[in-house]
């Protein structure tokens, strides 16, 4: 599963370093990236329902996130990467990022500032982690797509709700994202 490889890199390849460079506990930033990263999955599979972005993502992933770099993490640190990681956030997001960094900071404690730090440092790390298993298995977009499907419903079994950024959007609770949700977040 695409979270489970994400969240296992992270903790033990990037949590040490974002502990370093943050001073945050490690146990604190595996929470947020756990969080975060089923958000995201959640986000990438909405997302990827529409034929324009399941194209543009699967050439972002294609051309644009080689799990290569994954063999050096401080890459993940320069300013290069940490704004690749805002992009990413804010593409998946939009206008709902702050509202899940702000839910994930009240969930562990943390500023926003550094539920942000936390965020575009593990944002790539999904993408690459796409990628690479785009390229393993010759994936092509409808296999991303179906996969991203796959991943959603996977998260949606294994998390107590189904993440923050669904929590957003399903404002009736009914579990989908629908005209009635839509009209709740407009008023």
Do not use: Y
């Not at 982690?129 to 785009?134: R, V």
């Not at 998260?155 to 629908?178: E, H, M, R, Y």
């Amino acid at each position: 599963m695409l979270k489970d490889l994400a969240q296992d890199f992270i903790m033990k390849q990037v949590s040490k370093q974002i502990a370093k460079a943050t001073g945050i506990d490690e146990n604190i930033i595996n929470k947020v990236t756990d969080e975060w990263i089923g958000s995201m999955i959640l986000g990438l599979a909405k997302n990827a329902g529409t034929p324009e972005w399941a194209s543009s993502l699967f050439s972002a992933v294609q051309k644009d996130h080689d799990w290569s770099v994954l063999d050096n993490i401080g890459d993940l640190f320069g300013e290069s990467k940490q704004n690749e990681g805002m992009k990413i956030v804010s593409h998946i997001f939009g206008n709902k990022q702050e509202a899940i960094a702000g839910q994930i900071g009240k969930d562990t404690g943390l500023d926003m500032g550094s539920v942000m730090k936390i965020l575009s440092t593990a944002a790539p790390v999904v993408l690459w982690m796409l990628g690479k298993q785009t390229k393993d298995n010759g994936f092509g977009l409808d296999d991303v797509v179906g996969l991203l499907s796959n991943e959603r419903e996977e998260v949606a079994k294994k998390s107590s709700g189904l993440g923050i950024f669904w929590k957003l959007l399903d404002q009736d609770g009914d579990g989908d994202f629908d005209l009635i949700d839509a009209f709740k977040m407009a008023t």
